[in-house]
């Protein structure tokens, strides 16, 4: 059985930086891929970052690129989402995930950003 427990949401100001991070537990080893969704009030859950488990490759969504970075530490398993800049509109649920097609979800973190 796969787990996945994020960590490191809060409250910041408008331009301040979080780290949230992801434990992995179980058969970590099988996940393609992980990966950082959000959702906002009222709006449907989006895309945020992935990253692949063997080489480490990235793929980010538009709005984030630049401002965000993505990275994982195999030894520890577990993976981060740095969110430097962030802006009101980053105000969200960050939820993590893994597996080819998303199958293993966490159970999410708030992220709210002050003007």
């Known amino acids: 059985q796969v787990q996945l427990v994020e960590s490191g949401g809060g409250l910041v100001q408008a331009g301040g930086s979080l780290r949230l991070s992801c434990a992995v537990s179980?058969?970590?080893?099988?996940?393609?891929?992980m990966g950082w969704f959000r959702r906002a009030p009222g709006k449907e859950r989006e895309f945020v970052a992935r990253i692949t488990w063997s080489d480490g490759g990235t793929a980010y969504a538009d709005s984030v690129r630049g401002r965000f970075t993505i990275s994982r530490d195999n030894a520890k398993n577990a993976f981060f989402l740095q969110m430097n800049n962030l802006e009101p509109e980053d105000t969200a649920a960050y939820y993590c995930?893994?597996?080819?097609?998303?199958?293993?979800w966490g159970q999410g973190t708030q992220v709210t950003v002050s003007s």
């Open positions: 995930a893994a597996g080819s097609s998303w199958s293993y």
């Open positions: 179980g058969r970590i080893w099988s996940m393609y891929q």
